[in-house]
């Protein structure tokens, strides 16, 4: 073992030696020609996206709302119709399916009347209405203290702070009054008709207050739920069981997919469930977990394994190349699904956690930490983290900041040959 | 919902204002001949002030020839400054955000001609000129929206945060600079300093509540504080009528007094700049002075503060328009040099991602300078 280990190292000090080198054309975001080393995956190309209406309406446990969806249980696909969206047009679709079937829904945020910043209330405000869509003042700690109160009248609140960045002068009131309502109040009172949506992630060049990721910061917030979605099916799908759950929920979009991620969405209402992970693709050897933005560059990372390109050849043993990776995409962070976690982590018998949040406080070890209680005995190789590095998000490093494909390859090629 | 509609109806009905202030760049009058040697006093349109709980500064300024050509170049220089940035912007050579103060230099120039280098300013982000007039340089202001080495901040943060030893930023959390302002006049009147602090945020950040914390903390221990708001009448869409019920945001203090002032003349800038020292300055406690200003020169050339800088000095015969020229070219000369250095700056050592996070030797999490460190290196 101890051998093994060694080689891993090394291989992995030659895999990040040769990082800055191909790390920017090998940058799934990147709109760069394709390597010569031949084409992998990006978000443009990525098989985890449904980009035709018969894989759209059969997207594992989406939940269709509408009334022929009772009516007519036994064929709930026929005439579904899809429509190819970006993912802020998706956020935006699931928005007007609220408005439009919940007299008591509003959205209220700083510009969101003009659509704001990601255009995802674009038209709102024209088709619903100023009462219903409205602007707020710059006041984050405000928006949420009263989309809190709104909620408690039994209305439907679906705030908006402009990026996850600014959400920490909302923090008390999210933290200590909207988490903490229905167990401070007996059971009497509860804000689940608020719902938070921000922008997170990074961009490749937000720098330090428009590329965090502070869901990690909300982990100890019991009694409040954080969604991040990985696609426009998957958005508007949480974002529609996140507007209807009865527990107040952080709705955080990935904002490098708002134009990036394509799918063809169906135009139905549908839910997709809270609190449980997807199963992207199954796997024996080890189980790769994440969500958002970080998807992709897995993707490719797994790409790069089975087929590493040319230059990347001799750091990837032959006998890993093989491997049958199962990639896992967490959805709901907070309360996270530890059973299929739990399960697949017991089959594969190792863990690798990718995040772009810092390590130190990431969601990534409370995962570890529970993993590895749950499934010490099972476990080949330590819980093994990909984050963002413990320094805020650095303008000019953003992009080494950030888990890239590289970095990942590296951590799987380790974990696998420990 | 319907009473969600009257509710914001009512607010977007704008209450009529006693008397506008005067918002052109170009109605100060000469009171005296204008001299080319000695000072000579100009008096402001009487509509360049308005007051509440106190009275509005004297209309009667003293000015130099000197005095009015330097602010025009300086103007200028800041003006060139942010267009640069601007065109750099649009090349996509600086990424992450870049907010220009143009049409507002009024406001950057002459606050700095009313108060001394021992004073302190600190802002929200549309900060570029504040950092080159406080001392720093047109170069390091534009090496950091570039995140080069020669950057003011050493090219880590970029165009939000820029600092000197007198101008405490650059601020990209709206709202959130101003208690810290309040903190910094606290220390200065601990110091029996006479000295004060200017506290500066947009008619957008005003509706923070941070800012009516920091209001109360300065008034309760009467800090020597000028809160400025700098009434660019928007915020990001959204226009002040829509985003404040009380949009003269220089009666907000509730105790503490306050002064509007055209923010387009930077003759009246200057003046109300040194009577709010003054005030602050003399134990009164805090003072808010508003600017009314224009974001990107305003609606028409009335409304551009350099153009009625120049029509001053051309109208009193200071000097020709060819002599302007000559200076408006220094300033794109100088700025233009600054952008090439700038430019021929290194990005950051990759060992500065992780120097600064904690003072100098300290030890940062396991994650910044153990591991991940060497592997860094590696690269
Ligand atoms: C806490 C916080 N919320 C939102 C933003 C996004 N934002 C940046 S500038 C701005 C508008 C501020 O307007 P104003 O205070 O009037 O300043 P101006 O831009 O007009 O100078 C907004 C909403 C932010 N930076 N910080
Ligand atoms: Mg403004």
């Not at chain 1, 007519?72 to 047009?89: D, H, I, S, W």
């Not at chain 1, 109160?149 to 002068?169: C, K, N, R, V, W």
């Not at chain 2, 090496?143 to 880590?156: D, T």
């Not at chain 2, 328009?321 to 000559?326: A, F, P």
Request: hydrophobic share 40%; charged share 20%; glycine share 10%.
């Amino acid at each position: 073992m101890f051998n093994t280990s060694n080689i891993a190292h090394l291989t992995r000090r030659r895999l990040l030696g040769i990082n800055a080198q191909f790390a920017r054309r090998w940058q799934s975001t990147g709109s760069e020609p394709p390597p010569a080393g031949g084409h992998l995956p990006s978000i443009a190309t990525s098989t985890i996206l449904r980009s035709t209406r018969d894989s759209a309406i059969r997207t594992p446990g989406i939940h269709w709302l509408d009334e022929g969806a009772s009516t007519t249980p036994g064929n709930v696909l026929a005439g579904r119709e899809t429509r190819k969206m970006n993912l802020y047009q998706a956020v935006r679709d699931a928005m007007s399916i609220a408005l439009t079937k919940d007299d008591t829904a509003v959205i209220f945020g700083e510009d969101v009347a003009f659509g704001g910043v990601f255009r995802c209330t674009m038209g709102l405000a024209e088709e619903f209405g100023r009462e219903r869509v409205f602007n707020t003042p710059l006041t984050e700690q405000g928006i949420a203290g009263f989309g809190i109160g709104l909620a408690s009248m039994g209305h439907t609140a679906i705030a908006e702070i402009q990026f996850a960045d600014y959400i920490f002068p909302a923090f008390d009131q999210i933290v200590n009054e909207a988490a903490k309502h229905r167990f401070r109040s007996g059971g009497q009172f509860g804000v689940g008709a608020l719902t938070i949506r921000c922008p997170t992630m990074s961009v490749g060049h937000g720098g330090l207050y428009h590329s965090q990721s502070p869901e990690g910061y909300f982990m100890g917030a019991s009694g409040l739920k954080i969604v991040i979605p990985r696609s426009p099916i998957q958005a508007k799908g949480l974002l529609l069981a996140s507007i209807r759950d009865p527990n107040p929920v952080i709705f955080m979009e990935p904002k490098i997919l708002y134009r990036s991620a394509v799918e063809q969405v169906p135009v139905d209402d549908f839910e997709i469930p809270l609190g449980k992970a997807e199963v992207l693709v199954p796997g024996s050897d080890l189980t790769l977990l994440t969500w958002g933005t970080p998807l992709y560059h897995c993707e490719t990372a797994l790409s790069m394994l089975s087929s590493p390109p040319a230059p990347l050849g001799p750091h990837v043993p032959a006998s890993l190349r093989s491997a049958k990776i199962e990639l896992i995409d967490l959805r709901t962070i907070l309360p996270w699904d530890v059973d299929t976690i739990t399960e697949s982590v017991n089959r594969t018998g190792r863990l690798v956690i990718v995040h772009e949040a810092s390590r130190t406080g990431g969601v990534g070890g409370e995962i570890s930490a529970e993993i590895q209680k749950r499934c010490f005995l099972k476990l080949n190789a330590p819980v093994k983290r990909v984050t963002g590095w413990d320094t805020p998000v650095p303008m000019q490093y953003e992009k080494f900041f950030i888990p890239d494909p590289l970095r990942i390859l590296d951590a799987v090629v380790e974990t696998l040959s420990y | 919902m319907a009473s969600l509609a009257r509710i914001s109806s009512r607010l977007s009905r704008r209450i009529p204002l006693a008397r506008a202030i005067q918002t052109s760049a170009d109605t100060t009058q000469l009171a005296q001949d204008a001299s080319h040697s000695e000072p000579f006093t100009v008096k402001l349109h009487e509509d360049s002030f308005r007051a509440y709980r106190t009275e509005i500064p004297g209309l009667e300024v003293q000015v130099t020839k000197d005095g009015l050509l330097s602010m025009y170049k300086e103007m200028n220089s800041m003006r060139r400054m942010e267009m640069a940035s601007d065109a750099l912007y649009k090349q996509k050579l600086i990424r992450g955000f870049c907010h220009l103060a143009i049409g507002q230099e009024a406001v950057s120039v002459g606050l700095e001609r009313g108060i001394t280098p021992e004073d302190r300013v600190i802002t929200a982000y549309r900060c570029h000129p504040f950092a080159v007039l406080r001392g720093g340089t047109i170069k390091g202001v534009i090496a950091e929206l570039l995140g080069r080495q020669a950057g003011m901040s050493h090219g880590k943060g970029g165009s939000m945060h820029i600092f000197t030893p007198s101008f405490f930023g650059g601020n990209g959390i709206v709202g959130a600079q101003v208690p810290v302002g309040a903190g910094i006049a606290f220390a200065q009147k601990y110091m029996e300093k006479p000295v004060a602090t200017y506290a500066m945020y947009g008619d957008g950040a005003s509706n923070q509540g941070q800012v009516f914390e920091a209001f109360n903390m300065a008034k309760l221990w009467d800090l020597p504080v000028v809160f400025v708001c700098e009434n660019n009448k928007y915020g990001m869409g959204t226009s002040a009528e829509r985003s404040s019920s009380n949009p003269e945001y220089f009666t907000r203090g509730d105790k503490i007094p306050g002064i509007q002032a055209n923010g387009m003349d930077i003759i009246a800038v200057k003046k109300a700049v040194e009577h709010t020292r003054e005030w602050v300055l003399s134990g009164k406690g805090p003072i808010i002075l508003e600017f009314v200003t224009y974001r990107y020169g305003g609606h028409s050339s009335t409304q551009d503060p350099i153009r009625g800088l120049q029509r001053y000095i051309e109208e009193w015969g200071l000097a020709t328009e060819e002599e302007l020229k000559k200076l408006d070219k220094e300033a794109k000369a100088e700025v233009d040099q600054a952008v090439e250095e700038a430019k021929a700056s290194p990005i950051p050592f990759e060992h500065d991602l992780w120097t600064d996070i904690y003072y100098n030797g300290y030890r940062a999490p396991i994650h910044c300078v153990g591991v991940s460190v060497k592997r860094f290196t590696t690269i």
